[in-house]
């Protein structure tokens, strides 16, 4: 049901409207294509074109003039997308769109390191590739010369996501998909000593159970989410105030504070915060990777009155006994441990699962290889039973990460327990496709796609150092 994952509505929405009363809805016991609809199409028609060309766009947005998305580590981020097009000879005019978050001035490695990928890509069918998915992802992710400045991490693997993200956008936009065909997309290269291709299909298959209900829940009330909108680092106390007043007004219950740079203010802040939303609404906090172990033990005890569900990324990523120092000291607080936005690859993960090392788990549509690594992840979460809470925000990260949270909920963890999605409420109007938000939920995405292409006037405006907004910018700050 969310337009990537489930097999009715992209197809149904990418075929002309003469076509689509050919179309059944799919159930766990039907095919994804009928055989009345395959004869009528040619079987495996739905997959065409060969990749002819693959453009990368520097996109920027100014949001650090406003302190939006500021945080403890990253007080002037200019929410960026390296933003990958690709097209291919089938002259439907179907592309694909993918891109993956960067803040400014990374985003030019970034865009350098899809350059270097793009000969993966070109001149394949996409039947080819998507048909050998997890041979693909290892080959981009295997490259001889670009895995020594990864591998599956860094600059490498956020240029690997956003190609990928692309082909999945054409994928989906051409058509539907089922449990085997997912697993066979995941390289479970690392990761089978947790789990095997023969656990994945065994949880999909369980996930099959009362999917339709899912479906429908979803479909009438959205999965639930969070905002951060109100309280970056750089907010001043009146920003933060009127934001929350603003947001509490939307209906929203769950808040998340940026916090790790000085603890007074922190205090502060979360006081303000505390004493707007009252005791019973959730309250996060986020310390961006700002402490080491026991400061962060230390700063968050001073924190613990305020009841905050959890503390997000209270050190470095890479530090997976760290966190599970944290956790093990901040649990019997009442205090989770929340963290992945930045965690490089499903070995990191799967780590952070097996050192028990974190209560919530914010999977990335950007900084994990696609659609095929993050499904490793949930599919990992699943089987150690903790809640996947992904990150988003940024440019674009909503609207992608949104197929995914619903289609774990739908397929994975039929579970909406400790569970919410990450909201800001930044650069939606690029997309041609936004999230839709309504009572602090988010409305499953009904069109063809991944939700990845931007607006191209957006694009054209945006575009670092070119686009008629950063004209007026560099002019201004040269004078
Ligand atoms: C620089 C960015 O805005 C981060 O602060 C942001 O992604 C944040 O960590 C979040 O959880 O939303
Ligand atoms: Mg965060």
Redesign the pocket.
Same mark, same amino acid.
């Given at each position: 049901m969310s337009a990537l994952f489930a097999p009715t509505v992209p197809r149904l929405a990418a075929l002309p409207p003469s076509r689509r009363a050919l179309e059944i809805p799919t159930s766990p016991d039907r095919p994804v294509l009928t055989a009345r609809v395959a004869r009528l199409r040619g079987a495996g028609s739905m997959v065409r074109g060969r990749i002819s060309r693959l453009s990368v766009r520097d996109v920027r947005f100014p949001t650090s003039l406003g302190g #939006? %998305?500021?945080?403890a580590? #990253?007080t002037d981020?200019d929410?960026s997308a390296a933003y990958v097009v690709i097209e291919t000879d089938a002259e439907d005019g179907i592309k694909g769109c993918g891109i993956t978050?960067t803040?400014g001035k990374g985003t030019e490695v970034v865009v350098c390191a899809v350059n270097a990928l793009a000969h993966h890509v070109l001149n394949k069918d996409l039947k080819d590739i998507v048909g050998d998915f997890r041979g693909f992802y290892r080959q981009l992710t295997s490259d001889g010369q670009l895995r020594w400045i990864g591998p599956e991490k860094g600059v490498v693997h956020l240029a690997t996501a956003a190609v990928l993200n692309a082909v999945w956008d054409l994928w989906a936009k051409q058509e539907g998909k089922d449990p085997r065909m997912l697993v066979s997309c995941i390289d479970f290269r690392y990761i089978t000593d947790v789990l095997t291709e023969e656990d994945a299909l065994e949880i999909l298959q369980k996930g099959q159970v009362a999917k339709k209900e899912r479906e429908k829940q979803m479909l009438a009330q959205g999965y639930p989410a969070y905002t951060?909108s109100c309280a970056?680092l750089g907010y001043s106390d009146d920003t933060l105030k009127q934001l929350c007043a603003q947001a509490l007004k939307d209906g929203w219950t769950r808040f =998340?504070v =940026?916090v790790g740079a000085d603890l007074q203010d922190d205090v502060r802040r979360c006081q303000i915060i505390r004493d707007m939303i009252g005791p019973e609404k959730t309250l996060m906090m986020?310390a961006?990777q700002r402490w080491d172990v026991p400061e962060a033990v230390e700063w968050m005890s001073k924190l613990a009155k305020f009841k905050p569900l959890w503390i997000?990324?209270p050190t470095s990523p890479d530090d997976i006994l760290g966190h599970a120092a944290i956790s093990k000291a901040l649990v019997p607080l009442g205090i989770g441990i929340a963290t992945g936005?930045q965690c490089h690859n499903r070995v990191i993960f799967k780590q952070l699962l097996q050192a028990k090392a974190l209560q919530f788990l914010?999977i990335d549509s950007c900084r994990l290889g696609s659609v095929n690594e993050n499904l490793s992840v949930l599919l990992m979460a699943k089987k150690f039973e903790i809640p996947v809470c992904p990150?988003? %925000? %940024?440019v674009g990260?909503c609207e992608l990460v949104q197929h995914l949270i619903i289609f774990d909920y739908i397929s994975v963890s039929a579970s909406l327990k400790n569970r919410m999605c990450?909201y800001?409420d930044h650069l939606h109007e690029h997309f041609k496709y936004p999230v839709m938000i309504q009572r602090a939920s988010y409305m499953p995405p009904k069109d063809p796609g991944y939700s990845t292409e931007m607006k191209e006037e957006s694009v054209k405006k945006h575009q670092y150092p070119d686009g008629e907004v950063w004209k007026k910018l560099l002019a201004a700050q040269e004078n």
């Open positions: #939006h %998305g500021s945080d580590m #990253h981020p929410y978050f803040l951060t970056w =998340k =940026k986020d961006n997000e990324e936005e914010q990150h988003a %925000g %940024g990260l990450e800001v």
